[in-house]
């Protein structure tokens, strides 16, 4: 079983930063991708960063690029996701993923999901 608890979200105004953190346990050393998704009203869930474990290959949406940095600490397992420069669009709840093998973008690439954390930035 494996076990996936974000944390970090929060209210910040357009231009700020903020860092999400993905406490992962369980068999979570079998899990070679791990990535970041978001989630606003109304929309379909979007990818928005992965890392490949432990070779730190990393990817991007366009939306995220220049902007956003996923980051792991190997000593305690965790991934972070780093947001500068955040705008109202950004505005979504953030799930931390987690799958068996490094893959594509999709939703359907990702084994494990934990319970999103909300991010709002205001105008």
């Known amino acids: 079983q494996v076990q996936l608890v974000e944390s970090g979200g929060g209210l910040v105004q357009a231009g700020g930063s903020l860092r999400l953190s993905c406490a992962g346990s369980?068999?979570?050393?079998?899990?070679?991708?791990r990535g970041w998704f978001r989630q606003a009203p109304g929309k379909e869930r979007e990818f928005v960063a992965r890392i490949r474990w432990p070779a730190l290959n990393t990817d991007y949406a366009d939306s995220a690029k220049g902007r956003f940095t996923i980051s792991r600490n190997a000593a305690n397992n965790m991934v972070y996701l780093q947001m500068n420069s955040l705008e109202p669009e950004d505005t979504a709840v953030y799930y931390c993923?987690?799958?068996?093998?490094?893959?594509?973008?999709?939703?359907?690439?990702?084994?494990?999901w934990g319970q999103g954390t909300q991010v709002t930035v205001s105008s």
């Open positions: 369980g068999r979570i050393y079998s899990l070679y991708a």
């Open positions: 993923a987690a799958g068996s093998t490094f893959r594509g973008r999709g939703v359907e690439d990702y084994d494990y």
